[in-house]
């Protein structure tokens, strides 16, 4: 994948959950075409070998993203490899296709600790980090279509992806003060190893026969800088400024927004409110 003309990424480190396959896998790779360090996480080892050997700079992490603990101490691996992280690609997940009357209590809990649970330790941990060294950073959580719209044949799937898409909103809301952005890529019916064999039904195929454009996207339809929120604006955070006396000051330099004195309290100065054309930008 070409990634000439877009942002570059060198002297960043960029961790990619579930980057022994499909989506992390393609992410890792163009996140490393863009001249990133990349810490490739997930629980296959062996796998994550292979794809290290194409990738470049990178590191394999052992990460069970449904263990508090080796969440924690995948960070501190891949820190201790490449340095800190400055991008997180929260894309592990699994999903279980069935309905509702036929979903068993194992199946639930498996897809809800994985895709919800597991991306909450998972981001929870990179923001930690992030505001703890004060330069911010991106957190990029891979997100559903049917988190979305609704669907029937994979109700905890659905709701997973669901909470996490709030999970998101929220985390942005309470982070950017902090310089830490946090968006969510919500695919559509793509390829991959999670679905091939339902897709491979009769009602995968007849599903299949409603996209217009009459096929599934594949991984390389996502995986590309211009589709990474994280890409964007990487590296281009504005530290706040040192604080005077009883009043702290950051700069917001978003797009279209007037700069915004805060006092501690965290109120704005009247004169200084962005305006309505930056507010609509500021959340793009």
Same mark, same amino acid.
């Given at each position: 994948?070409?990634?000439?003309?877009? $942002?570059?990424?060198?002297?960043?480190?960029?961790? !990619?959950?579930?980057?022994?396959?499909?989506?992390?896998?393609?992410?890792?790779? !163009?996140?490393?075409?863009?001249?990133?360090?990349?810490?490739?996480?997930? #629980?296959?080892?062996?796998?994550?070998?292979?794809?290290?050997?194409?990738?470049?700079?990178?590191? !394999?992490?052992?990460?069970?993203?449904?263990?508090?603990?080796?969440?924690?101490?995948?960070?501190?691996?891949?820190?201790?490899?490449?340095?800190?992280?400055?991008?997180?690609?929260?894309?592990?997940?699994?999903?279980?296709?069935?309905?509702?009357?036929?979903?068993?209590?194992?199946?639930?809990? #498996?897809?809800?600790?994985?895709?919800?649970?597991?991306?909450?330790?998972?981001?929870?941990?990179?923001?930690?980090?992030?505001?703890?060294?004060?330069?911010?950073?991106?957190?990029?959580?891979?997100?559903?279509?049917?988190? $979305?719209?609704?669907?029937?044949?994979?109700?905890?799937?659905?709701?997973? /992806?669901?909470?996490?898409?709030?999970?998101?909103?929220?985390?942005?809301?309470?982070?950017?003060?902090?310089?830490?952005?946090?968006?969510?890529?919500?695919?559509?019916?793509?390829?991959?190893?999670?679905?091939?064999?339902?897709?491979?039904?009769?009602?995968?195929?007849? $599903?299949?026969?409603?996209?217009?454009?009459?096929?599934?996207?594949?991984?390389?339809?996502?995986?590309?800088?211009?589709?990474?929120?994280?890409?964007?604006?990487?590296? $281009?955070?504005?530290?706040?400024?040192?604080?005077?006396?009883?009043?702290?000051?950051?700069?917001?330099?978003? /797009?279209?927004?007037?700069?915004?004195?805060?006092?501690?309290?965290?109120?704005?100065?009247?004169?200084?409110?962005?305006?309505?054309?930056?507010? /609509?930008?500021?959340?793009?």
């Amino acid at each position: 994948m070409s990634v000439n003309g877009m $942002l570059r990424l060198d002297g960043r480190t960029v961790l !990619v959950t579930g980057a022994s396959r499909g989506l992390g896998r393609g992410f890792a790779e !163009v996140a490393a075409a863009a001249g990133a360090r990349v810490a490739l996480a997930a #629980r296959d080892i062996e796998a994550l070998a292979e794809v290290a050997a194409g990738v470049g700079n990178s590191a !394999v992490v052992s990460m069970d993203v449904t263990d508090r603990e080796q969440v924690r101490a995948g960070f501190e691996a891949a820190e201790e490899a490449l340095g800190p992280v400055h991008a997180v690609v929260n894309n592990s997940g699994v999903a279980v296709t069935r309905r509702l009357l036929e979903t068993e209590e194992e199946d639930w809990r #498996r897809v809800i600790d994985t895709n919800l649970t597991g991306a909450w330790f998972v981001a929870q941990e990179a923001a930690r980090r992030m505001v703890a060294r004060g330069e911010g950073g991106s957190i990029v959580n891979i997100g559903s279509l049917l988190g $979305l719209r609704t669907g029937r044949g994979a109700i905890g799937y659905a709701a997973s /992806k669901a909470g996490l898409h709030h999970l998101t909103r929220v985390m942005a809301a309470e982070l950017a003060r902090d310089h830490v952005r946090v968006n969510t890529l919500s695919p559509g019916y793509v390829l991959t190893d999670l679905n091939e064999e339902f897709f491979a039904s009769p009602p995968g195929q007849a $599903l299949m026969r409603r996209v217009p454009m009459g096929r599934l996207g594949n991984p390389e339809d996502l995986c590309s800088p211009a589709a990474l929120p994280a890409f964007r604006r990487l590296g $281009l955070h504005h530290r706040p400024t040192p604080r005077r006396g009883r009043r702290a000051f950051r700069v917001e330099c978003l /797009k279209g927004v007037n700069p915004v004195a805060e006092d501690r309290s965290g109120r704005r100065s009247r004169s200084q409110q962005p305006s309505a054309a930056g507010a /609509k930008n500021a959340f793009r």
